[in-house]
Structures are given as C-alpha cells and as structure tokens.
C-alpha cells in the first residue's frame, strides 16, 4: 500500500496524511469483512486530480468466481477543490437583492473500458456563491477583477464539504453494470469524469443568460476506492 500511495498520491500533504491514516484503520476493518464476504479486495485503489479535461483513472481487481457475480459494494471516498471566475455584465448589482445567486455544479461519472457509464457511488455537488460578495455594476473590463468580477481558486471547500473526505457506498446489482467487473484481463479500470459548469439559476447554465460572464476554471476530484466486495449467489 506505501508503494503506491506514494507513487499515486499528489494532492496535498494535508490530503496525503489523511490518506495514509484511514488506510490503516480500514486494513484492519477489511479482516472481518474477508470472514463474510467471499471476495474482498481492499484498497485503497488511488485516482487523484480527475477533472473534465484529464480524468482520474481507478484500478482494482476483477471478480474470479465460478458462480456468477451477483453485486458488487464499492465503498469510496472524495473530496472536491475547484476555481472558477466572474463578471457582472450588467450596469447595476447583480445579486443579493433581485437576482438568485449562482453556483457552481458537478457530478462524476464512472466510466468503463468499454466507454459505458455506470452510476457513481459519489454524490453531486452545488455550490452557492453565497459567501461571495455582491458584484457591483460592469467595469468596462472584461477581466474578471475590479468590483463587478472576482476569482477564486478553493483547495478545500469547508462549506460544502465540512470533512476532507466524505465517504459513501454504492451497490450495483445490474447486469449490464456488473459486466465490467468480471474484465478478463483481471483488472477493472474505470476512468472518473467529473461535468461541471456554473450556473446562474438552474437549471439555466451562465453564461446563457447573458448578464454574467465566467465559468469553472477547474474542478477536481480526488477518489479512492477503499474497499471493493464482489458477492456471487
Ligand atoms: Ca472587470
């Protein structure tokens, strides 16, 4: 597991350190879940920086079993960190008072070698820009400054996300998802792709309407699959 956490790990040294602590606690879980499962693999399988653009890859091993495979439990963990900018284009304030606030979006998909799509075990996430102070009336500048445009760039979003790592489990009992689990390679890789936009008012994405300018620069996701359980029967 050292190996490749820190071959696989590049977030932060914050991120790391939670990283390899809660890997410890689950390797010693995983012992009782080997005496009641028939098929565990314990992780944590690593895939850091999934974005849009660059998509994070996960590696873990396939199921080996005569019976057929019947359901598979993944429990994972993540956390988000994302940029984005703005700009009021109109010539007064343009929100807090009249307008509703904008936010920014983004939900991950799991997608398969084969270029399907499974459901995510990951829950979405909107983000109200709330927090952010009310842009005053268009600069003249589309620079995405002064006082009608701001830039953020937020590594750990403690609002929306109060621990470092939320943890969820997803079962698939599908067949048509469960196929990319019995790879006969022995390895299922799925490739984690976040969409993301920012919108002004959903399901309205900025910046259609017209009245402000900007978007998601950047939005990651860390994920790690801590623990894979296959179930046959
Ligand atoms: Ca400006």
């Known amino acids: 597991m050292v190996p490749q956490f820190l071959a696989r790990c590049g977030v932060s040294a914050l991120a790391c350190a939670a990283f390899a602590a809660s890997g410890q606690n689950h390797a010693q879980l995983g012992q009782a879940a080997r005496q009641v499962s028939g098929q565990v693999h314990e992780g944590p399988f690593v895939a850091t920086s999934a974005t849009a653009q660059d998509p994070g890859e996960v590696e873990f091993p396939a199921y080996k079993g005569a019976a057929p495979l019947r359901k598979v439990r993944l429990t994972v963990r993540h956390h988000i960190s994302y940029a984005f900018k703005v700009e009021n284009l109109e010539p007064t304030q343009w929100w807090g008072a009249t307008q509703s606030y904008p936010s920014l979006y983004s939900f991950p998909w799991f997608r398969t070698e084969a270029g399907g799509v499974i459901q995510s075990g990951m829950p979405s996430w909107t983000i109200s820009l709330c927090w952010l102070p009310p842009l005053g009336p268009y600069d003249g500048v589309l620079d995405y400054a002064g006082a009608a445009g701001a830039q953020r760039t937020v590594l750990w979003d403690m609002c929306a996300q109060p621990a470092y790592w939320t943890t969820t489990t997803q079962e698939i009992d599908q067949a048509w998802a469960l196929a990319p689990f019995t790879d006969a390679d022995g390895v299922v890789q799925l490739a984690i792709q976040p969409m993301t ?37």
């Open 197 to 233: 936009w920012l919108q002004q008012d959903i399901p309205y994405a900025v910046p259609a309407e017209g009245s402000l300018a900007g978007g998601v620069d950047w939005f990651q996701w860390d994920v790690i699959v801590d623990r894979v359980e296959y179930f046959d029967g």
